[in-house]
């Protein structure tokens, strides 16, 4: 599907932003690990967090759309059955990590498997550490890529310093330690999302966090919970961005997530210049939520790394957006995690920007950019990779001639109706072809 989109209004009034994604997974899972029924109010219907629920019914999972509601009938730490086929994660990384942590204490045979892109992710960052916890785990490639074939066994508890700050990984390990007898010790290299931490305790687990050192307890059941997700913060992003650029405009986005693990987009685009309000701050199922008031203001160019990447590593595509219109140059270093996203993010954020007309440099871990951009028309590709399709429709809000986005579709794995909103403010002509 291709969309073009020329040119856009001041974006004004409320929005409501799709449920979180890392949440949603997270809720869904640990329900299907719970003993009893969880009940999960604004869940994420994308295709990545389908793509979890189809998975976990594979694993012999009841869950339940009530339309208003999910419903998770969970049996326990020891209640997932053999799959009778193999599991399709389908674009998702977090699916595919976080089961393989599932399922690594159950001896029998789990295959998890993906679409091109996931595919090529690596895979090897998971199977390291549930290996030396006892699990024996084959992959493409010596292990580095899906499938994986999956059979695990008697755990073992490890200590584990993270090579890579990811959520993922971490949620990985904890997933598996949880039915193990003793204490698994994660170390963080950044703190990076704490979703899973944060749920695990609210359903019992025995876990503590001090400093970046995660301490879990196995071998006690979880209690099944109630949660309402909160609106997604990397969802947000390209609103917050698009009402920063399009002068006039002043928004309201409703219920969003501002766990500090996941704001930094908020702290850069302020650093930049931003007029961004958070009001009605209050917590939601163990997370904290506001509404976010953004209007537009003029932003100036900043240089960003180090422990504040983690906090914002999906947010990069538009804020790349932001970076190529604001006043001066902006540098992103220690990104290196975006090469193997849904797509090479820096080289696809390059590629596009400069089609575009914008000034960029590619660099290993980021990139370099020079402000003050005139984005021209240009034909643009999502490279199937759902931030970049987002990002390319924002940037289509501030170009005079149209823009034409190829794989436009991406959208549907985090915001299914990303193009419906995005006509609020603009025309936005879809071609199905
Ligand atoms: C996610 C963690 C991050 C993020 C991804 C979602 C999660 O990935 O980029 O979109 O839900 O745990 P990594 O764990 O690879 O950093």
Redesign the pocket.
């Known amino acids: 599907m291709d969309v073009m989109i020329q040119g856009g209004s001041p974006l004004t009034g409320e929005l409501h932003v799709p449920p979180d ?2 949440i949603s ?2 809720a869904v899972i640990l329900g299907a690990l719970a003993q009893g029924r969880s009940i999960i109010r604004n869940f994420l219907r994308s295709e990545d967090t389908l793509a979890t629920v189809r998975c976990l019914r594979g694993l012999g999972i009841t869950v339940e759309d009530k339309g208003k509601v999910l419903e998770v009938h969970g049996n326990g730490l020891r209640g997932l059955r053999e799959p009778s086929n193999v599991l399709d994660c389908g674009n998702s ?2 699916t595919m ?2 089961l393989a942590g599932m399922v690594a204490s159950y001896s029998f045979l789990t295959i998890l498997t993906g679409d091109d892109s996931l595919r090529n992710r690596p895979m090897g ?1 998971v199977i390291k550490p549930l290996m030396l916890m006892g699990t024996s785990i084959e992959g493409r490639k010596n292990g580095v890529y899906a499938p994986l074939v999956i059979k695990g066994g008697q755990l073992r508890p490890i200590s584990y310093r993270l090579p ?8 990985a390990i904890l997933l598996a330690a949880l039915g193990i007898e003793g204490e698994t010790e994660i170390r963080e290299l950044a703190p ?2 704490d ?2 931490e944060r749920m695990l305790k609210a359903m019992g687990a025995r876990l503590q966090v001090k400093d970046k050192v995660i301490h879990l307890t196995g071998g006690h059941e979880l209690l099944p919970q109630e949660y309402t997700i909160p609106g997604d913060i ?1 969802s947000a992003a390209f609103w917050l961005v698009a009402a920063c650029l399009v002068p006039g405009s002043e928004l309201i986005l409703r219920d969003v997530g501002i766990n500090p693990s996941r704001t930094g987009v908020i702290k850069v685009l302020r650093q930049m210049g931003a007029s961004i309000q958070t009001i009605n701050e209050r917590l939601l199922g163990g997370e904290a939520v506001a509404d976010l008031i953004v209007r537009s203001a003029p932003l100036k160019g900043v240089d960003i790394g180090g422990e504040i990447i ?1 906090t914002l ?2 947010e990069i595509p538009i804020l790349a957006v932001a970076m190529a219109n604001a006043k001066g140059e902006s540098v992103v270093r220690d990104a290196q ?1 975006l090469r ?2 849904e797509t090479d993010r820096i080289k696809a954020i390059c590629d596009n920007l400069r089609a575009l007309g914008a000034e960029i440099e590619e660099m290993s871990d980021g990139f370099w950019v020079r402000g003050s951009a005139k984005f021209n028309g240009a034909e643009v590709n999502s490279f199937g990779d759902h931030r970049l399709a987002m990002a390319m429709g924002i940037a289509g809000l501030l170009t005079q001639d149209p823009i034409r986005l190829t794989r436009a579709e991406a959208v549907n794995i985090s915001y299914p109706g990303f193009w419906y909103d995005l006509n609020r403010f603009t025309s936005v002509e879809i071609n199905k072809i």
């Open positions: 994604k890392s997974h997270r990384g977090t990590r976080l960052r890579v700050a990811s959520a993922q990984v971490k949620s990076s999302r979703h899973t990397s983690p590593i999906d995690e193997v996203k």
